[in-house]
């Protein structure tokens, strides 16, 4: 459209031109034409590269970078790395509101959301890692404001393409890097907010949390991670099922999730 509008002014500058016979006056305005022009495409060209780094150690050799897709909006996602027999290692990076167990805006009962900050338990939200992580202090599966999940980098959910900058696991020399995430609220024609009526957590989850995973091995310097499942949608077990034919917009939350290790 800016390009039609500029069009349209160089048409009318050149008329103007013709009849004032002003060729430095042509001239002059092709110059600024093509300044707009390109400084626009400039500007598309460096928004389209806009990236947030989040540092968790700057001497880090490992680099997760996450290309957001046509569905992101403000999902909740934790990072973590298992050995090759699927146990649970450490934590790399959640979201701080699901770590805190406090949120911008407080559940009441299974539908009301408050305009204050408060607490919201996320039953559903990343059940795949809550089992793989075990109970927080011996007493909860989920984070809560009094006993919140702490033994990880947290921030709130980036609002463009992000990387996070962090130390590789050193101590095998394969390794996987996976990631849970979820929008809440996500239906679609499978998932829809009559399936399972009798439960609050499935209600405020929708679709259930997509899963992403990759081996890490000596073999090669960059991974990316690929859907392997989807998590409990009423977030009562660790179960990973690995029929994604249901999911649509679930899919689309992230494009793409590359691990390049220096």
Same mark, same amino acid.
């Given at each position: ?28 305005? #092709?110059? =600024? ?11 598309? &060209? %460096?928004? +389209? *590269?806009?990236?947030? !780094? ?24 934790? #990072?973590? =790395?298992?050995?090759?027999?699927g146990n649970y290692?450490?934590?790399?990076? &959640? %979201?701080? +509101? *699901?770590?805190?167990? !406090? ?34 202090n011996g007493v909860?599966?989920?984070? %809560? ?100 034919s249901t999911l ?15």
């Amino acid at each position: 459209m800016i390009l039609i509008c500029y069009c349209i002014i160089f048409a009318n500058l050149i008329q103007n031109c013709y009849n004032m016979k002003y060729f430095s006056v042509l001239a002059s305005s #092709i110059i =600024i034409i093509l300044t707009l022009v390109g400084c626009n495409s400039s500007d598309k &060209i %460096t928004n +389209s *590269y806009n990236k947030q !780094s989040i540092i968790i150690d700057e001497n880090g050799d490992q680099n997760i970078s996450i290309t957001r897709g046509s569905s992101f909006d403000h999902p909740t996602f934790v #990072i973590w =790395i298992e050995d090759l027999a699927g146990n649970y290692i450490y934590t790399v990076y &959640i %979201t701080k +509101s *699901y770590a805190s167990g !406090s949120y911008q805006y407080e559940l009441v009962n299974d539908s009301i959301w408050l305009n204050s900050e408060g607490p919201s338990y996320q039953l559903a939200a990343l059940p795949y890692w809550n089992q793989k992580k075990g109970l927080i202090n011996g007493v909860e599966i989920v984070p %809560t404001i009094e006993n919140p999940y702490i033994d990880a980098y947290t921030g709130a959910t980036p609002k463009t393409n992000f990387s996070i900058l962090n130390n590789s696991y050193s101590e095998a020399s394969e390794y996987r890097v996976l990631l849970e995430i979820n929008q809440l609220g996500d239906w679609n024609y499978y998932w829809t907010n009559t399936k399972y009526p009798e439960s609050n957590a499935y209600k405020n989850s929708a679709q259930p949390s997509l899963i992403y995973s990759v081996v890490i091995d000596q073999n090669s310097s960059e991974f990316y991670l690929n859907p392997i499942g989807h998590g409990d949608p009423l977030g009562f077990s660790g179960k990973l099922n690995t029929n994604l034919s249901t999911l649509t917009t679930a899919k689309e939350i992230i494009k793409e999730i590359r691990v390049t290790i220096k």
